[in-house]
């Protein structure tokens, strides 16, 4: 999400006459994207702004003075203690703030400090074309909504970002459009909640029915009528080209109608790989979270995936310790880890965030060395899980879109897979399905098909067989 917010910021600044620099020494604005879901992020940013702190103070007298800004979800959360602890800063900006940069900067080159955290109902930035970070990059980030309603008692976003709006689904295939003819081969939505994607700019779909929840799944909020959903959506953006893949995240379990299953069943460009956050394996903790659902209903779902979309690709995410949790409770997590064997996890201790029902209501009460034993207990099984899960690989052959050279090994390239697992394979001429007889090397961007020879938790490696497309490629895999 804050790449994207770069690119759009980026989109913003450029407009008004800002150069881009990757050279620190010779930049006159800096601008800190930031995020606040955890403490150990926005402690990453105060030590960040101690360093430019530094930069600042040494500043030839010559030189136009150095502005630093904080954007994100940090100038949200902290707008006071940020201005009043750190006159190092200059700018704020909140995440729906971001048009009023050049202003804030115009304000900040006269010595004041300027400030926009206003929260917005309706901002989702549809009109900003974002601006590619890597002109080399095979893929892309489509922010297709913004914020989120779910209001998880953990859960900093809906303070930081706001209230769930939707981008039209026009402007969204806009974008996507014009990163096909880009030659890009990836695109992945993006949403705090992005299968909860209801877009109600056109009136004649806004008496359509609610969209149904997964079974035994339910919302902190009222059903919402109309609007064109996330199936919809899907559909339209898997048909603007078939030779670019589909991605999408992160989603929450309630939003996983049969349409939306059944749409990444049948088109090959929509990856089969679903990200399901589960955030505990226990009953009792998920309800403490807020999160509207049981264990029982979270597993059932997992199955109802896994029949619905043969061979997809599982992740989630996990909190440890989150506040009352028992070792029973930690025990039922380790469980679910071992029982859904996910391919991929994020993993984290649970960090109390201020503003969250769980600041309010609940005790922060597992002591520091008892989350962080728990986290480890926890990755050292899903890893253990996912090294399983990733060995069925082995023999298989899979159709890899490339990314670039190995970070380590000269001779290797890398890319991802349809479950988004990064598969290493050596660096060596190969036929081109297309053009028999021609033997080619692998570009970024390109798709090869790889026979996996082994696995680990994180890895697959292999190798390459043949540069082909993604149509050809359904015969192969």
């Known amino acids: 999400m804050n790449v994207n917010d ?14 881009r620099t990757s050279n620190l020494q010779e930049a006159d604005v800096v601008l800190l994207v930031t995020c606040s879901i ?27 003075p150095l502005r630093i800004g904080i954007l994100g979800c940090m100038a949200e959360r902290l707008k006071e203690e940020i201005l009043n602890r750190e006159k190092t800063v200059d700018i704020l900006a909140g ?3 971001y048009r009023d940069l050049p202003r804030l900067l115009a304000v900040a080159e006269s010595g004041q400090q300027a400030a926009n955290v206003l929260l917005s109902m309706d901002e989702t930035y549809a009109d900003v074309l974002p601006v590619q970070m890597s002109p080399s990059a095979t893929s892309a980030f489509v922010s297709i909504m913004r914020g989120c309603d779910n209001m998880c008692s953990y859960c900093i976003v809906p303070f930081t970002r706001g209230r769930e709006r939707s981008r039209p689904v026009a402007s969204i295939l806009e974008e996507v459009r014009k990163l096909s003819e880009q030659g890009l081969k990836e695109v992945t939505l993006l949403g705090q909640n992005v299968n909860s994607f209801r877009d109600t700019s056109e009136v004649q779909f806004n008496n ?26 899907l559909d339209q953006v898997s048909r603007i080209d078939p030779e670019m893949r589909i991605r999408f995240t992160s989603p929450h379990p309630k939003d996983f109608p049969d349409e939306v299953l059944q749409l990444i069943h049948e088109r090959d460009n929509i ?31 997992i ?76 990755i050292t099984v899903f890893r253990e899980e996912a090294t399983k899960a990733n060995k069925t690989f082995v023999g298989c052959t899979q159709l890899v879109l490339v990314e670039g050279l190995s970070k380590r090994s ?56 043949c540069r082909t497309t993604l149509k050809d490629s359904a015969a192969y895999c």
């Open 410 to 465: 000269a001779t290797d390239l890398y890319g991802r897979n349809d479950g988004n697992l990064k598969v290493i394979f050596p660096d060596v001429a190969m036929e081109d399905v297309t053009n028999p007889g021609l033997r080619v090397q692998a570009q970024p961007g390109d798709y090869v098909l790889v026979k996996i020879t082994s696995a680990s938790s994180q890895t697959l490696k292999g190798h390459v067989l």
């Open 95 to 97: 995440p729906d703030a």
């Open 208 to 233: 359509a029915v609610s969209t149904n929840l997964s079974r035994g799944f339910s919302t902190n909020y009222k059903a919402k009528q109309g609007g064109l959903r996330f199936a919809y959506l």
């Open 6 to 19: 770069t690119e759009i910021a980026w989109s913003i600044l450029q407009k008004s006459g800002y150069l």
């Open 303 to 378: 199955h109802h995936i896994r029949e619905s979309i043969p061979g997809v690709s599982l992740s989630s995410d996990f909190i440890a310790g989150f506040c009352g949790e028992t070792e029973e409770d930690h025990l039922q997590t380790v469980s679910l880890l071992q029982e859904v064997q996910y391919n991929m996890g994020f993993l984290f201790a649970y960090s109390m965030r201020q503003k969250t029902r769980a600041y309010h209501r609940l005790k922060d009460d597992i002591p520091e060395e008892v989350k962080l034993r728990r986290l480890e207990e926890l």
């Open 38 to 64: 955890r403490e150990k992020a926005e402690q990453t940013i105060w030590n960040r702004l101690h360093q430019l702190k530094s930069l600042k103070s040494k500043r030839l007298r010559s030189r136009v």
């Open 271 to 301: 990856c089969k790989q679903i990200h399901l956050p589960a955030q505990s394996g226990s009953s009792r903790v998920l309800e403490a979270m807020r999160r509207g659902y049981s264990r029982e209903a979270y597993v059932e779902l």
